[in-house]
């Protein structure tokens, strides 16, 4: 028998119904449609509206989506790890509540914290419980309610950002096929480009957190800019070279959607024309932790057993990575 890989056999989304669009945003800070698409190609993003939910909402959801899609049952998910900046609480983890609302009442479920680059931090995560052969199916979810942490009196950071979660299945394969091999970094120092101050041990919500706004994104753009063109291109070439790959070997780039000039520059430096970058930045803005399972959910019917896919992502902590995930099965474009 060969080798045990993790293969990625559905994906599953939930975007919530409210979109909100460029002119809205221009009537709530000082910025206009031509500037945030010029600076950032975002021309709508979708928000969760609603008293008392949060990213288990929309994560259960897209968890039953995959679930239906792919016709498991959800008492066989053996594992169900959310990635997530914007669990609903500190504790119970996020994960765990939609391990319970989707169902999954076999499954242990944890969360992962590595902000936009969550999703390939928990799906490398994943794919070691099924290497190990531990468990046949793991449930990745990437969710995030960005709308709850995001300042709308900020016009630096509000049109960047949207609600959404999407996930994905895992299971074992012994052709080769599912996670290839993955390279993830962190480093701490860049901690003040881009986090959210208080709400944690170091500065617990009080009167004064409040009144300083420190419980929304706080960001050096430009800095975080200019770290995500350089260390998402390195990580995805560094990737192509260990596996020799060319860039006609590779069918999708399948980027964390931050900024569409930071995917066109990762593009361009992989050598990769724009028609193989996964773009729905346009639509959703940046998700987080959901932009890259959104991104395999909108694409799915034109992938093709065999596809060769790098799935790239840079984001606060600083934390950064590249996936190469060769695909399991054939869409209905193929
Ligand atoms: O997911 C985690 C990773 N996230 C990222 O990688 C995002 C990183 N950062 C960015 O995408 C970009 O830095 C931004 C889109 C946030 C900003 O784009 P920029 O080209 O770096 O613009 P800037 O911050 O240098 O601002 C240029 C000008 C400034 O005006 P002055 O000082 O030149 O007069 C800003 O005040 O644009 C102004 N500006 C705006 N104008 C209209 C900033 N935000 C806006 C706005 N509308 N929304």
């Excluded at 753009?221 to 291109?233: I, W």
Aim: net charge negative; glycine share 10%.
């Amino acid at each position: 028998m060969g080798k045990i890989t993790a293969a990625i056999t559905g994906v599953g989304q939930y975007l919530p119904e409210y979109i909100l669009t460029n002119d809205e945003l221009s009537r709530m800070v000082d910025t206009n449609d031509e500037w945030i698409m010029s600076h950032t190609g975002i021309k709508t993003r979708h928000i969760l509206k609603g008293e008392g939910i949060g990213s288990s909402y929309m994560g259960a959801r897209a968890v039953i989506n995959l679930l239906d899609k792919t016709g498991v049952d959800p008492m066989e998910i053996d594992v169900v790890i959310c990635a997530t900046v914007t669990p609903d609480m500190f504790f119970p983890s996020t994960g765990n509540l939609i391990a319970d609302q989707a169902g999954c009442k076999n499954a242990f479920a944890f969360d992962v914290s590595a902000a936009c680059s969550g999703f390939l931090f928990a799906l490398t995560t994943g794919a070691k419980f099924i290497e190990a052969g531990t468990s046949k199916k793991v449930i990745v979810v990437g969710a995030d309610k960005m709308s709850s942490i995001v300042d709308y009196t900020d016009r630096s950071t509000c049109p960047l950002f949207g609600d959404a979660a999407a996930a994905v299945l895992l299971e074992a394969n012994t052709e080769g096929f599912g996670v290839v091999d993955s390279i993830l970094h962190s480093d701490g120092s860049g901690e003040m480009q881009l986090y959210m101050k208080a709400g944690g041990s170091r500065y617990p919500a009080s009167v004064e957190t409040v009144q300083n706004n420190w419980h929304t994104i706080m960001w050096d753009g430009h800095a975080v800019f200019k770290a995500a063109v350089s260390k998402m291109s390195d990580v995805s070439v560094e990737m192509m070279e260990r596996h020799n790959l060319k860039g006609e070997d590779i069918r999708f780039l399948v980027p964390h959607q931050a900024n569409l000039r930071i995917i066109d520059a990762t593009a361009r430096r992989m050598g990769l024309d724009h028609d193989k970058c996964m773009i729905n930045i346009d639509r959703n803005g940046n998700t987080t932790a959901a932009t890259i399972p959104l991104c395999l959910y909108e694409y799915e019917a034109a992938l093709c057993k065999g596809d060769n896919l790098i799935l790239a992502s840079f984001g606060g902590g600083y934390t950064w990575g590249s996936i190469y995930v060769k695909w399991a099965y054939d869409g209905e474009n193929c």
